[in-house]
Structures are given as C-alpha cells and as structure tokens.
C-alpha cells in the first residue's frame, strides 16, 4: 500500500514583477497543509511574494524528447478553461525548474500545450501545463507574518562565523611547535 | 527607572524568555527524527524562531544590567530558570509536541498582542518582531490539532491523551509573580487573567471543534522557581558544549 501523502508542485513568486517558477515538491495531506508546507521549506530565508501550490496529478508535464517520439493525447475535451504555461527555458539554473510564461484558454490540458508550442515557440526543454482551477494560491494568508521575516533570516555560510579559519591556524601553529621539538 | 521596578522587570522578562529557550530547546530534539520531512523542517523553523525570540527578550534584560544571553542561557543551573513546567516536559510523542506547541502558541500570540502595547519601548518593540512569527506558529499548530483530533481513533486516542497530561501544566503560565502588580501598573507588561480570557477564546473552541474533551482538572501549585528534573536533563545536554570551553568564542 502507498503511505505517501499527495505530491504538489510549488511555485514561488519572488517579486511581483517576477514569473511563478518551480522549486522543487512538497507531500501533504490536503491543499492548506500543502501551502503551509511549501511556505516551510521553500521561504524560510528566500524572498517570496507569492506562493502556489498544485496536485502534481493535474499537472501536464512534457519534455521535448517526449514530444519527438509523438504524445498520446487523448483526453476528452471539456468546456475552455484557463491553463497556465510554464517552459524550461534553461539548463543551467539548479534552484528553479519552470518558468510561467502565459495563460492560455483551451479545452484540455492537450489542447493548451498545442496552442502555447505555437504562441511561445517550440524549443523548450520542458513544459507543463497547469489547469488554472486547480492552484491553491497564499491569497489569504497574512502576508507580513509569512514572508517578511524571512528577510531578516539571512544565511550564513560557516566561514562567517570566523571558527574554521583561526582553527586552521592553531593547528598549523601547534604542528610547527611539534616539527621544532 | 525605580530599582525595583527594574529588578520587577528582569523577573518577568527572564520568565517568558525562558519560556521560549526551554521550548525552543524541546523542539529542536525533532530535528532529523519528525514524522515527515516537511515537518522536520517546519519544527526546527518553529525551534529557531522560538530562540530567536528568547535572544531578543536576554538582550533587554542585558540592557538593563542583566547578564547576556549567552551566560544566562548556557551558564545558569536548573533553579535559576523561571520557565514553567509546561515546556521542559519531554517532547512525547508527536501528538504530544503538537498540543504543547498550540497551547503554547496561543499563549504567545494573546501575551504579545498586549505586549506589543507595553509602555516600556524596548519590549513594544520586541513583541510587535514576534508576533509576526507567532501568528504563522499558532496557523501551523492549529491545523495540526484539527486535522489528529479528527484524523483517526488512534491519532484522537494520543491527542486526548496529550491533552490530560499538559493541562494541569498550562495554568502556571497564568500565575502572577509577587512583583507583578507594579509591573502592570507602570503599563510595562499586562495582567495575565486578561491574556488567560484570551488564550482561552482560541483554544477551547478549536479542541472542541476537534473532536477533544478539554479536561477539568486543577493546575499544578508550583511557582516557577520549582522545576522538574526534565530541565535538569536538558540543560545538562544543551549546556554542554558551552560549559566544556567557558572562554571559547563563537
């Protein structure tokens, strides 16, 4: 039987003038402990302006290898919902995947992702499509209290405590101490 | 400042930081062994942000010519502490962490709520810095109360559970101090039956919303210069790198 929670992906805005990208996933049981986890463990130092969370199940997610051997698209068509686009533009960034790039209207999941090769060209890396209706968004949640004091928490590498290098030096020292005995 | 109201002053703020260094202490036992990854993570977020808020209230005792808050955390022995027992009860188990931090936390934020009014600048300052954090702690024990309350007959069995075992501890966060009353008077801290009605206003209508019996049983009579032999234990382990070089510096 598999225990796992629900997988989401997680989306983090940094700035407002800045696209949702992709960070990496969170198992939760529901969408608010999901929005609650993602705030955890992608925003505890980093800047945010804005999170998203989706059920990695609605998402379509397609690389450009899988769309050379040929998709299977069948999938029924429903009434013209709003899908966000995000593509892989990059293979050198190691901290994001996806970038949102634009929100097209279509009847599937399908149906977007054949409109946005069109609309955004068609050499990305990656692409997925996200269903508008299913993002959980950080919307309601009090800003101040879950995003600014992350500003405050700056990270520090170890060699800003000033420990390993005098460290060094008193090794150094005492073994030329030693080599002089 | 009038020397005793200073000396009144030191008391109290000693008592809630050392409310927020004991806890903190509990909390970070969690690292590398909660339940979940996330949470791991969220507990040791949760954990440094309950230090980090002892660390600003040890700085206004400092201020106040106090010691620092590296000697009055690392260098002082169990009966100089003046945190309740609440918070050096071991962490138990998952259940028992969770109940503890929300009723904790609900605490933090109704006391820093009036806090953040204190007429003494310093602590107006500190309290407005931790409530921020505060409300996104007790948004995050809230929604864990409710969802192992209602979760399963074993997840409800341990929360109840937890439950009888902490209440009788939570009153001693609502005892005043012989020297409170010129405390209040000077506006500096606020009177703790009303920081009591509202803590009671969030917790009793959730644990009953989640499926808990809130207990009725009588608090502990213990001041909180009596500790139990839990903080020894844990001052012994979060001492100890500390106390092994006194001049070492970090």
Redesign the interface.
């Known amino acids: 039987m598999d225990t796992q929670?629900p997988r989401y992906e997680v989306f983090k805005q940094d700035t407002p003038n800045k696209p949702h990208q992709a960070v990496g996933s969170?198992?939760?049981?529901?969408d608010?402990?999901a929005l609650?986890?993602a705030?955890?463990?992608f925003v505890?130092r980093p800047k945010c302006h804005h999170l998203w969370v989706v059920p990695a199940d609605a998402i379509l997610m397609v690389t450009a290898q899988e769309l050379e051997k040929g998709l299977d698209s069948a999938e029924p068509d429903s009434a013209p919902q709003p899908f966000h686009v995000f593509r892989k533009d990059n293979q050198r960034r190691s901290m994001t995947y996806v970038d949102h790039v634009g929100t097209i209207n279509a009847t599937s999941a399908h149906a977007a992702l054949k409109a946005a090769r069109e609309e955004y060209g068609d050499d990305a890396f990656v692409w997925w499509i996200v269903p508008d209706s299913a993002v959980i968004t950080s919307d309601d949640v009090?800003v101040?209290?879950?995003f600014?004091?992350a500003l405050e928490k700056t990270y520090r590498h170890q060699s800003a405590?000033g420990?390993v290098h005098p460290q060094r030096q008193g090794r150094r020292r005492s073994q030329s101490v030693e080599s002089e005995a | 400042m009038e020397p005793q109201l200073q000396q009144a002053l030191i008391n109290r703020l000693l008592a809630v930081a050392d409310d927020e260094l004991i806890l903190g202490h509990r909390n970070a036992e969690w690292t590398g062994h909660a339940p979940i990854l996330e949470e791991d993570i969220a507990l040791a977020n949760i954990a440094q942000d309950e230090l980090g808020h002892a660390v600003l209230l040890y700085g206004i005792v400092a201020d106040l010519g106090g010691d620092d808050a590296d000697t009055l955390a690392m260098f002082r022995d169990a009966d100089a502490f003046r945190n309740v027992q609440l918070v050096e009860l071991p962490k138990g188990d998952w259940a028992f962490t969770m109940v503890r931090q929300f009723l904790y936390d609900a605490y933090e934020l109704a006391l820093h709520q009036r806090l953040r009014e204190s007429a003494f600048r310093p602590i107006a300052d500190a309290s407005a810095k931790i409530l921020q954090e505060e409300i996104y702690h007790l948004r995050h024990s809230h929604a864990w109360v409710e969802r192992l309350g209602l979760g399963t007959s074993e997840s409800n069995r341990r929360m109840q559970a937890a439950l009888d075992t902490l209440w009788p501890y939570v009153g001693q966060l609502f005892v005043e101090s012989a020297d409170a009353e010129i405390l209040v008077k000077a506006d500096y801290f606020p009177a703790l039956a009303s920081v009591q009605a509202h803590w009671e206003q969030i917790v009793i209508p959730h644990l009953e919303a989640s499926g808990l019996v809130v207990p009725d049983t009588a608090p502990i009579d213990a001041p909180r210069t009596v500790h139990t032999a839990h903080l020894d234990a844990l001052l012994a382990d979060m001492q100890l790198v500390a106390r092994s070089d006194p001049e070492a510096t970090w």
Do not use: K, L, T
């Not at chain 1, 969170?26 to 529901?30: K, Q, W």
């Open positions: 929670w969170v198992h939760a049981p529901d608010n402990m609650q986890m705030r955890d463990v505890r009090p101040e209290s879950w600014a004091p405590y420990f």
